[in-house]
């Protein structure tokens, strides 16, 4: 196939899901912005795949993640013995999803973990807790080993009597000291731990949480077959630095309709007023910050919030 038909076939992805995930300034509150990137080097030759991966560059998506979806874009074609530029790859399959071993997964937690509060300090776990939030992280920030400790175990007591499960963010050693429900590790964190780490986490029994920021991070967190995968930025935030544009509404539906199999919690710059259009994608959690922290009554707003969810399992 020449240049130009290849050519084509990309215009013909970009003219079909530009509306969606089309790589421009929105000026509504449930969208952001997106520029097109730099097409990325190409790994294979196919029409299907060239055409796909200068699309998704076109769309916004980063070159790991143009990458991701060119490859799934061609298994999607020779799986089906058709290029169908309609379809938006969303089969697991397709992204090399399928096969997972369910011995090496992690402990299962529920599919709505309802509203999860990401808290910096225990006093702020055990109010939230106290409540009704269902789902608590403690995410403190310090290089004092023994603050760290006395942190978590502080924060494994104040959940203690009520329904709240507590994950922890990035200390690890110290959640399992502590009892603590779970663990939460981002991308940087999840490539940093050895595998005899993942395998203390595992041989632990507790849950393990992963951030993801895209495609390809989602693929790299099925590997370890974690508890729940958190998907975002959906919107600016300024609580992080983050190394990929936050991600909008649309981006968002589509990993869910292709990480359907995990429970799914959306992050990043989540407001009240936009809670409605969130859930309405399948994620069966919404997490938190400033919405709880910087509110006037917390207590209040996480009423508010969680009248905003469907009611999630106990588990």
Not at 216 to 240: C, D, N, W
Not at 249 to 277: K, S, T
Request: glycine share 8%; hydrophobic share 45%; net charge negative.
């Amino acid at each position: 196939m020449h240049t130009a038909e290849i050519q084509a076939l990309a215009d013909a992805i970009v003219h079909h899901h530009s509306a969606t995930f089309g790589a421009r300034l929105h000026h509504d509150a449930n969208s952001v912005e997106l520029v097109p990137q730099p097409t990325p080097p190409a790994l294979r030759t196919e029409p299907t795949y060239l055409a796909a991966l200068q699309a998704c560059s076109r769309l916004g998506f980063i070159a790991v993640d143009a990458e991701c979806l060119a490859q799934a874009w061609q298994r999607q074609a020779e799986r089906t013995n058709h290029f169908d530029v309609t379809h938006w790859p969303d089969d697991p399959q397709d992204f090399g999803l399928a096969g997972a071993d369910p011995a090496q997964a992690f402990p299962a937690c529920p599919r709505q973990l309802g509203l999860y509060g990401v808290l910096p300090t225990a006093e702020w776990v055990g109010r939230m807790a106290r409540a009704g939030v269902p789902t608590v992280q403690l995410r403190f920030k310090s290089d004092n080993a023994a603050a760290i400790r006395a942190e978590v175990r502080a924060a494994v007591a104040a959940v203690q009597g009520t329904n709240a499960r507590l994950f922890i963010n990035d200390h690890w050693r110290e959640a399992i000291d502590a009892g603590a429900y779970g663990i939460h590790v981002g991308q940087e964190d999840l490539d940093a731990l050895a595998g005899e780490h993942l395998a203390a986490i595992h041989a632990s029994g507790l849950r393990l949480g992963v951030s993801t920021h895209g495609y390809a991070e989602m693929v790299r967190a099925h590997a370890v077959q974690p508890s729940y995968i958190a998907l975002g930025a959906v919107f600016p935030t300024t609580l992080k630095k983050m190394a990929t544009a936050p991600q909008g509404v649309a981006r968002l539906q589509a990993y869910v309709r292709l990480m359907q199999a995990y429970p799914l919690v959306a992050i990043g710059g989540i407001a009240a007023e936009q809670f409605g259009d969130i859930a309405a994608t399948g994620v069966g959690s919404i997490a938190v910050v400033r919405a709880l922290v910087n509110a006037p009554d917390p207590q209040a707003a996480a009423r508010d919030l969680m009248a905003r969810l469907p009611q999630p399992a106990q588990s």
